[in-house]
């Protein structure tokens, strides 16, 4: 019988770092342009709104394509897509660097977003089959880490190569970079050896799907996170034509810096968890619109070290509501518990796609006050979910104890 992998040992190590690896590259190249949006604005004389749709569409295109690789990789296997999802997510970068105009810019960030969603659900499937129970948690700790590393590396690179010499030679820059991990990953990730093919049941998918979206109580996280990111995302695209013009006149660079505040929500997930333990759930999602809430008004003091500080409490905040969200979805979801989840990803990434759409309005016509604005009324809509999510906290609280009491 072949054995699972077991925590701590060489073969863990290897896997959990190869997957690590895969985590760091997708993200990194999906949000690689967002310091640049000023620079495309200018590059090629398209609006703010335009120029987020390199990074809106490339969201949007994930949340589509994660169905479509979950029946693929369930039909075929896993680290196979995976070396092909990486490799073409790699010469997408490369050809990216050398476009002629936006248009074929933003044909490309769609195909490398199709290319690359194959990595995380794929990833997270191979986990669970190949990982031990104990070993299991600390590797999904671990790639989620990665998720935030990469992320944020991304943006830093993008920014300082951008100033150092041109958006285009950034793009090569990240080219190599991927070439890189794509080579450790082949040497690192051990073959799949539970795996076993079987046919997708695109039917049964469905009904699943279907049952999930008509569940009330999972509705509400499923409108919680894909708003939040909505906003979470708006935000972090437009400050960066905030705080390129005047009176601030920040570099690529600075501006590829402030995505450093990402780390509040590496801190946050962990708190989070820790919170929810001792309280509700619904009461946790409060707190983090609470925070998102005060961190929007902040940014309205035109200080960069105070929208810093912000931008900071806004990453705490939302990570904060998204962990608990989406633990809340894991903990209701009474049957097909991967599907709810991946319902949870699907609204979460098609949010963080529209959101640039919504605060652009806002934006063109009342600059950085209208995006406040704006994301304080999407905040007031998740309160009202929230409150929802307190009622279900209080029902079930109290049937548990009707049950107690029938006991005794």
């Not at 050398?98 to 960030?109: A, K």
């Not at 919170?275 to 961190?295: D, E, F, L, P």
């Not at 003091?301 to 990453?315: D, E, S, T, W």
């Not at 209701?332 to 609204?347: D, E, M, Q, R, V």
Request: aromatic share 16%; proline share 3%; charged share 10%.
């Amino acid at each position: 019988m072949v054995t699972l992998i077991e925590a701590r040992t060489k073969e863990f190590w290897r896997a959990t770092i190869a997957l690590g690896i895969a985590s760091f590259l997708i993200f990194a190249n999906i949000y690689y342009p967002q310091p640049l949006l000023p620079v495309f604005t200018n590059e090629f004389g398209v609006s703010p709104v335009v120029s987020s749709l390199s990074i809106s569409l490339a969201l949007f295109t994930l949340g589509v394509c994660f169905f479509v690789y979950s029946a693929l990789s369930d039909a075929i296997g896993r680290k196979n897509i995976m070396l092909v999802a990486m490799g073409l997510g790699t010469v997408t970068t490369f050809c990216i660097a050398f476009v002629p105009n936006y248009e074929t810019l933003i044909v490309l960030r769609v195909f490398q977003a199709a290319c690359l969603a194959g990595i995380p659900t794929i990833a997270m499937a191979y986990i669970g089959e190949e990982f031990s129970v104990k070993a299991l948690t600390l590797a999904i700790g671990v790639h989620i880490s990665a998720n935030t590393i990469g992320g944020m590396s991304g943006r830093l690179l993008s920014g300082f190569v951008t100033d150092l010499l041109d958006w285009r030679w950034a793009f090569i820059v990240m080219g190599v970079v991927s070439i890189i991990c794509f080579i450790l990953f082949i040497f690192l990730l051990p073959s799949s050896r539970h795996f076993q093919p079987q046919a997708f049941q695109w039917k049964g998918a469905l009904r699943d799907y279907t049952l999930h979206l008509k569940n009330p109580v999972l509705r509400y996280a499923y409108l919680i996170g894909g708003l939040h990111f909505f906003i979470f995302v708006g935000i972090y695209n437009f400050v960066t034509y905030l705080l390129s013009d005047e009176p601030f006149y920040l570099s690529t660079t600075v501006l590829g810096v402030l995505f450093l505040t990402y780390i509040a929500g590496t801190v946050s997930s962990t708190v989070a968890g820790k919170v929810s333990s001792t309280i509700k759930q619904s009461y946790c999602v409060a707190i983090g619109i609470g925070i998102m809430a005060i961190a929007v008004l902040v940014t309205l003091i035109a200080n960069v070290f105070v929208i810093f500080l912000g931008l900071l409490l806004l990453c705490f905040g939302f990570f904060f509501a998204h962990s608990v969200a989406s633990s809340w979805v894991s903990r209701h979801a009474s049957f097909a518990k991967a599907s709810a989840s991946g319902l949870y990803l699907t609204s979460y990434y098609f949010g963080g796609s529209l959101g640039s759409f919504y605060l652009g309005f806002f934006w063109h016509w009342w600059s950085w006050p209208g995006v406040v604005a704006g994301s304080l009324l999407i905040l007031v809509v998740t309160t009202f979910c929230m409150v929802g999510m307190v009622k279900i906290d209080r029902e079930e609280e109290s049937t548990a104890l009707d049950k107690i009491t029938a006991t005794r």
